[in-house]
């Protein structure tokens, strides 16, 4: 094997470009002549990037007979005259060398070194590429699964992707050859080599999501200020309009839906809000809320903190399953969100907290009314967590309560 057929091999690599190929395979040449003739000042290497080839040439001056000081730039004019009967003394001589006069052992260890070389630019390449990449949509073929990470095909590089498990929504299921979509999250050097990480976690994803789907956004007048999820669950988009003729809210959700039900099914039913943004905190955490319908809100603009009250049907809303409606809305907006109930009504079906007292301690239902919460149902609304948030109980006593009251409404 030698080295002009190790060159073809490589001339149609994709990922480098021309100019740089050339340089690295003058680079690998010139390093063959200096090994053999101590210097490559007096060498041309041309080589031909189209045709794959490449010639080698050793420049000397014509001297003559006897006059020769210094081989590498000096030729006698006999030797010139067996290579081409018509030079003459002052000429330059250009005398054609062949890989073979290298020596088998010296064209293997330029090949190596030009395998390795092609490699490493294919690397550099690659995490460059990639690197300008990060935050762009990339689809790809499921190659291979392994028990930590997909691998998958770039669908337009042909190029390996991670996906790893940790980055896949709750539900997500693969097969091999199962097409996947994703965002280019990061690019590491593992190993020295190169790994990109894709995401369907990221917000970047949902984000992409809506300017594949959503042309006004892709054309900047619709601006997405910021989104907040819980892959898989719940996700709260909050965009603006840059024309006062397009309703942000309908152009992201489209004709009964149609826009925003292909992003849906695509994160597994993950219940997507989209809300308008707005410099007003108090409508702004009010938008946040949706589903929830908000009686009023008070702000404390110093702690960044605000105190909604709503009416005992919509606090379950606010709160949402396990707590990530109101999780979320306070991601949004920047502000800790204590949700209570307006205390005028109760529901037919609820209990007064007093009603109680025989099994919970006064000083407990005291603590619980501090933070708005004076029927049964009103406690049980509240996950465990916001209940040991928002009071001073301990999570035994709080365990403890809501035993108590949820069995009151089992029968």
């Known amino acids: 094997m030698n080295l002009v057929e190790t060159f073809s091999e490589f001339k149609g690599v994709k990922n480098i470009d021309r100019p740089t190929m050339v340089r690295v395979l003058e680079d690998v040449f010139r390093t063959l002549i200096r090994k053999k003739f101590g210097s490559d000042d007096n060498f041309d290497v041309i080589v031909n990037t189209t045709k794959g080839d490449l010639e080698l040439w050793r420049v000397r001056e014509i001297v003559p007979d006897g006059e020769v000081t210094d081989d590498r730039s000096h030729i006698s004019i006999s030797e010139a ?14 005398e054609q060398l062949h890989l073979e ?14 395998i390795s070389r092609i490699m490493e630019l294919e690397k550099d390449e690659m995490y460059r590429k990639y690197t300008e990449r990060v935050g762009e949509l990339v689809l790809g073929e499921v190659n291979q699964i392994l028990k930590r990470e997909l691998l998958i095909l770039d669908d337009v590089t042909g190029q390996e992707l991670l996906l790893p498990r940790t ?16 965002v280019i999250r990061s690019v590491e050097m593992r190993n020295n080599n ?5 995401s369907r976690t990221d917000n970047a994803f949902l984000e992409k999501l809506l300017e594949q789907e959503v042309p006004e956004i892709e054309d900047g007048l619709i601006s997405i200020r910021k989104i907040v999820r819980i892959p898989g669950e719940r996700a709260k988009v909050a965009v603006e309009s840059y024309d006062d003729r397009i309703d942000p809210v309908g152009a ?35 938008r946040a809320l949706t589903p929830a319908k908000v009686s009023s809100i008070e702000i404390n603009a110093e702690k960044v903190q605000a105190d909604v009250y709503l009416d005992p049907d919509q606090v379950s809303l606010a709160i949402g399953k396990g ?89």
Not at 81 to 94: H, K, M, P, V
Not at 263 to 285: A, C, G, K, Q
């Open 81 to 94: 005259l067996s290579i081409d009967e018509d030079y003459e003394i002052g000429e330059e001589c250009y």
């Open 101 to 114: 006069d290298f020596g088998r052992r010296a064209i293997m260890a330029a090949r190596q070194t030009l």
């Open 167 to 182: 980055e896949m929504i709750k539900g997500d299921f693969f097969r091999k050859g199962d097409m996947v979509r994703g």
């Open 194 to 198: 190169p790994v990109v990480i894709v």
């Open 252 to 286: 992201c959700v489209g004709m009964k839906g149609s826009r925003i039900h292909g992003i849906v099914r695509e994160l597994h039913n993950e219940n997507i809000d989209i809300i308008n943004f707005t410099n007003n905190p108090s409508l702004y955490i009010q």
């Open 323 to 411: 707590g990530t409606n109101i999780k979320l809305a306070s991601k949004l907006t920047g502000f800790e969100i204590d949700v209570y109930r307006n205390t005028d009504e109760v529901e037919i079906d609820d209990v007064d907290l007093d009603e109680f007292r025989d099994e919970i301690d006064e000083w407990v239902i005291e603590a619980l009314k501090s933070i708005g919460c004076d029927t049964a149902r009103s406690v049980l609304s509240l996950s465990k967590e916001e209940l040991l948030r928002r009071t001073d109980l301990e999570e035994e006593t709080v365990e403890d309560v809501m035993k108590v009251l949820a069995a009151e409404f089992e029968d």
